[in-house]
């Protein structure tokens, strides 16, 4: 998989080490960033859309980005957990809509992998270069250990990213003009493509149209919106060029099965993990 590491981008959002009571934990939370967990005590449960994770110690857990899970803990909890985003394409896809790795792994030297969240943590009070370059490189060893598990082989992956690697352009176009009504017309053009043909195409590898891909897209972008500002519903649905405040409702329900406002209260707290 030569092809990864040099287009990876690793963009960390949040972390933090903590001990959490009964009461951590939510319904129907879906983010638009992947979590890494780390539990040095206690137990939990992430009833995640895909299968039911049990969370204890010694074992390395992965949530990737839009998906919904129930979490909760029956003890309370020590947790290492980090936010971050691991894009390709210049940040158009999550390596998480990509490759389908575990939810759950037990490392083979989980005293290694308990090393690499204490430095990952340690390095929290400088906030330098080098600091960072160490952050991304601890997660990146961690993605390792996931992509060593995932059931596809070695050459299926790099086949399949590089088929991704076809529509690099158009997605990067998408990502720069998603406050933009554009066309179906426009975006093949950017391919040089028939539209038709265009069309046909990009369903085939990313399982939805172009234009509602687009949408989803807009979606993931007001999840981010709503997850980290104050910022009111119509404010985020002009900002992403809805229509108005109720198309941009209906869209984002129709996507992630909830409402902007329920998307809002359901979320996680930035400081639960």
């Known amino acids: 998989m030569d092809t990864i590491p040099s287009s990876l981008q690793i963009r960390i959002l949040i972390f933090r ?4 009571p009964k009461t951590w934990g939510g319904p ?3 983010s638009p960033f992947n979590r890494l967990y780390w539990l040095d005590r206690g137990c939990g449960l992430v009833a995640h859309e895909r299968q039911r994770v049990e969370l204890r ?7 990737p980005a839009n998906q919904t899970a129930d979490y909760s803990c029956s003890t309370p909890i020590n947790l290492a957990w980090i936010h971050f985003n691991a894009g390709l394409f210049g940040g158009a896809m999550d390596i998480t809509q990509i490759v389908q790795m575990p939810l759950a792994l037990t490392p083979s030297n989980p005293r290694f992998i308990a090393g ?7 390095a929290e009070a400088p906030d330098d270069f080098a600091t960072n370059v ?7 060893q961690m993605l390792a250990c996931f992509l060593r598990s995932a059931q596809e082989t070695e050459t299926f992956l790099t086949q399949r990213i590089r088929h991704f690697g076809r529509f690099h352009s158009v997605l990067t176009y998408i990502d720069d003009h998603l406050c933009e009504r554009l066309t179906l017309v426009e975006l093949a053009r950017v391919m040089h493509l028939q539209p038709n043909y265009f069309s046909n195409l990009f369903c085939r590898h990313f399982g939805v149209p172009p234009l509602h891909y687009l949408q989803r897209r807009r979606v993931e972008r007001a999840q981010f919106r709503l997850h980290d500002t104050a910022a009111g519903v119509a404010e985020i649905a002009a900002e992403l060029g809805f229509c108005d405040q109720f198309h941009f409702s209906r869209v984002f329900r129709a996507i992630t099965g909830c409402s902007p406002l329920q998307y809002r209260k359901n979320r996680l707290q930035p400081d639960q993990g």
């Open 17 to 20: 080490r903590w001990h959490y």
């Open 28 to 30: 129907g939370v879906r």
């Open 57 to 63: 110690p010694g074992r390395l857990y992965l949530f």
């Open 116 to 122: 690499l969240w204490d430095r990952f943590m340690r």
């Open 134 to 140: 160490e952050r991304d490189g601890i997660i990146r």
